[in-house]
């Protein structure tokens, strides 16, 4: 068993003993199981898949930060939000507010407004595909 905690700048998301988990590293995805080697790994906004002998459980995270050590896997994140957890109706908001930014971004000259959109847009993808894991 390792211990996984999640932490984003609202507080705690999970902690607990789980067997493994996957998370979305910058480079590809990887899993960390008991007795890893000490790394830190900086994370994309993906999926991250706990598992634990109840089963698999997922959420969506935002980017950030992993330090993994042999007995722990400290997760540094913008976000995270269980799949159970999710607002649907919330989620689908935020993409249809993103796919409209991003398309008025789109046609203008200012691409740091087309690159917020793009990643609030990837966001928002990636919790409804999570939300559908619950």
Do not use: W, Y
């Amino acid at each position: 068993m390792i211990e996984l905690v999640i932490v984003t700048p609202q507080g705690e998301a999970f902690r607990g003993d789980v067997e493994s988990v996957v998370l979305p590293g910058s480079e590809g995805d990887f899993g960390v199981l008991e007795g890893h080697e000490r790394f830190l790994c900086p994370l994309r906004t993906g999926e991250l898949e706990i598992k634990s002998s109840a089963g698999s459980q997922f959420a969506s995270i935002g980017s950030g930060f992993a330090d993994v050590s042999s007995g722990e896997a400290a997760v540094l994140v913008e976000s995270c939000e269980i799949a159970g957890d999710i607002d649907v109706t919330r989620a689908e908001a935020a993409r249809d507010r993103a796919q409209q930014g991003f398309a008025n971004a789109s046609s203008a000259e200012d691409t740091a407004d087309q690159g917020e959109h793009a990643a609030a847009l990837a966001r928002a993808e990636n919790r409804l595909a999570i939300a559908e894991k619950r």
